[in-house]
């Protein structure tokens, strides 16, 4: 599929209507919360645990400030399939692929932090498991 024809493909999203793809799946360094309904994602590094809970930080900056994604440890708590993601969490991979739906973005002087309210929101895909050290 060329550019041109990846650029015409549309989505159909409930509640929401029909959108093209590329316009609702943003990397995280692009995507404006004011005006964008959508995915934002990036590559991140899992940097702290909250009992279950859990803090990325992303690669890519927001404005030149550094972004993170922060899970509440109760929210992970009340999470039917957290196992899951507690089983993605616990891998020795400091890479991580991020992807989350219409996160609340909480936006400070030196910092953004995304912030889920369900953990349907969220898909992570761990990238190069092994030794953190290299």
């Known amino acids: 599929m060329s550019d041109d024809e990846f ?22 360094k692009y995507y404006n919360y004011d005006k964008h309904i959508g995915v934002a994602y990036g590559g991140a ?8 809970g859990f803090k990325f930080k992303f690669y890519d900056k927001i404005k030149d400030k550094q972004a993170y994604l922060y899970c509440d440890k109760k929210l992970m708590e ?33 910092y953004v932090t995304y912030e889920i309210n369900s953990l349907k929101n969220i898909h992570i895909i761990a990238r190069h498991v092994g030794d953190k050290s290299n």
């Open 78 to 110: 009340s999470y039917r399939y957290r196992n899951y993601i507690e089983s993605i969490l616990t891998l020795d991979c400091y890479y991580f692929n991020v992807y989350i739906l219409a996160p609340k973005v909480n936006e400070k002087e030196e």
């Open 7 to 28: 650029k015409k493909v549309l989505l159909n999203v409930k509640g929401v209507g029909r959108v093209l793809l590329y316009r609702y799946f943003k990397p995280v």
């Open 45 to 52: 590094t899992l940097v702290k645990r909250y009992g279950k």
